[in-house]
C-alpha cells in the first residue's frame, strides 16, 4: 500500500519524533494535538519537549512542508493514535481485598471519535499507545465503526506498540524491531506497509492482541525483575551485605542478570503497564501486582535510609535532592519516585531543595525546585542522589567541597565512588548497603 498523508494524533514523546520521521521521508504528515499550547510552539519552530536531535528533525520536517500540525483531524490515508494511556489517580479497582490502579482510556476513545468524519475506504488506523489486552479488538474497532464503514473489509486497523528509549528515541525508532498486529492479516500488511517508509529494523506481523501483550509484557518483565533487585536491597541491608557488590559477583552466573535496585520506578511506561494486566486479569497476575506494590514502596525505603543519616527527627533538616527525572539523563518526571521521595522527606518536616539539570524550571506542587546545582547545596545538611544522571555521577569532589558545607551524602543510585568521597571526609549512605 502507499500512504501520501497521515494523520498523527498526540504530538509527545512518542507522536512527534514519529510524525517528523515519516515527513522527512516524503510522507504528508498532519500532526494533531488537542493541546494548543504545544500547537503554537510547534508553529512558532520551537519543540516542547527534549530529546537529543528531535529539534532538528521536526525543523527539517516543518521546512520540507511535509509536516504540519493542527488540533484536529483531516482525511488521511492512514492515522496513527499515540495519546497517553495513564492511570485513573482515585478510580481504583478491587479484587480480594487487593486494590488495583486502572487504565484511563478516554483519550483513546476521543482521539479515536475525531477521526471517526475523516475515515475512508481503504485507511488504515494504526493505535500506538501502551493498552490494556484486547482494546484494539473492543474498544477501538467499535468506534470507528460508528463511521458506517466495517473494520477488516472496507478499512484497516493495526495495534504496533512503541518500544523506544527516551534519550535514543530517533535512532530506536528507525532501527528497533517492530511489532505490527493487525486486526485481519491484510491490516498488519497495511501497518507493515506504512511503518518501513523509515523501520529499518525488522518488521514482524502477528495480531492485534498479541502485539498488545508483547508491549505489556516487555515491559511487566522489566518491574518484576526490578522488584526482585529492590527486594534484594533490603535484604541485603538487613544482613550486612553491600548489595551492589552481591550484584555484581551473582552475574557472573552465565544465566543471571540481576537488574538494579533504586528509589523506585517510574516514567511513563514500566511503572504503569503492569496494572493494564491486572486490571484485566486481577486472579491471574497476582506476581505482577505484588512487584508493583514492592516497587512503589520503595520511596519509603529510601526514607529510612535517610534516618539512618540524619537520625530519627528530620525537622528543619536541610536536604538537596539531586535529580527528579525517573530515570538518568532524560526531562522526564513522569511517576518519577524521586518526586515522590521529595514528598516524604517534606512530610517529615525535612526542608527540600530539589535539583533537575534536564528540567531546571519545572514545576510540581509542594516541593521547591531550584535551578542551579549550587543553589540546591548552598547550605544542605546532606546531599541526596536520587537520579544517576550523568553530571552527577561525574561531580567533582572538589568543587563540591567549595559549593556545600553538607559532609553527608546518600546515595540511591550506587552513583557516586565511596572512595572519592570518604577520602575528602564524606560520611557516605548507599541504598542496599547494611556494612
Ligand atoms: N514516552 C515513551 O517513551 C513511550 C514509550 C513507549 C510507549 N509509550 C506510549 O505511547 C503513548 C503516548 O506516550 P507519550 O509519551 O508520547 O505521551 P505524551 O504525554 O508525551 O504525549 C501525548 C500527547 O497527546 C496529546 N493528546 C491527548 N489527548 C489527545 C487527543 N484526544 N487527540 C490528540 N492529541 C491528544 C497530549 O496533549 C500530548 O501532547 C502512551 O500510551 C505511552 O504509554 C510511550
Known sequence: MEF???????????????????????????????NPGIIEILNSGGIHIHEPGLGEVVAEAVESGNLRVAGTPEPADAFIIAVPTPFFEHDLGEYEGQVYKKADMRMVTSAAQAIVPHLRKGSLVVLESTSPPRTTVDLLVPILEGSGLKAGVDFYVAYSPERVLPGQILRELVENAR?????????????????ATFVRGEIHMTDATTAEMVKLMENTYRDVNIAI??????????????????????????????????????????????????????????????????NDAQPEFVMSLVHKALG??????????????????????????????????????????????????AKIAGVQLVPTLAQAVADA????????????????????????????LIDTVNGWARMDWVREGFELFRLGVGK
Open 381 to 408: 545538611d546532606a546531599l541526596l542522589l536520587l537520579v544517576n544522571h550523568t553530571e552527577f555521577h561525574q561531580m567533582n569532589v572538589e568543587v563540591i567541597m567549595t559549593l556545600t558545607p553538607a559532609r553527608v
Open 229 to 294: 533487585a529492590n527486594e534484594f536491597s533490603r535484604l541485603a541491608e538487613r544482613f550486612g551485605v553491600d548489595v551492589w557488590e552481591a550484584i555484581q559477583l551473582s552475574s557472573l552466573h552465565p544465566r543471571v542478570k540481576i537488574l538494579s535496585p533504586g528509589p523506585g520506578v517510574g516514567g511513563h511506561c514500566i511503572s504503569v503497564d503492569p496494572w493494564f494486566f491486572v486490571e484485566s486479569a486481577p486472579d491471574l497476575s497476582r506476581l505482577i501486582q505484588r512487584a508493583r506494590q514492592v
Open 312 to 361: 530519627p527527627d528530620l525537622t528543619g533538616r536541610k536536604i538537596a535532592a539531586l535529580g527528579l527525572a525517573y530515570k538518568p539523563d532524560v526531562d522526564d518526571l513522569r511517576e518519577s519516585p524521586a518526586v515522590e521521595v521529595v514528598h516524604l522527606l517534606t512530610k517529615a518536616g525535612a526542608v527540600v531543595k530539589a535539583f533537575e539539570p534536564f528540567k531546571p524550571d
Open 4 to 34: 501520501k498523508k497521515i494523520c498523527i494524533s498526540g504530538l509527545g514523546y512518542i507522536g512527534l519524533p514519529t510524525a517528523s520521521m515519516f515527513a522527512t521521508n516524503g510522507v504528508q504528515v498532519l500532526g494533531v494535538d488537542t
Open 179 to 195: 511489532v505490527i498486529g493487525g486486526l485481519t492479516p491484510e491490516s498488519a500488511q497495511a501497518g507493515s506497509d506504512l511503518y
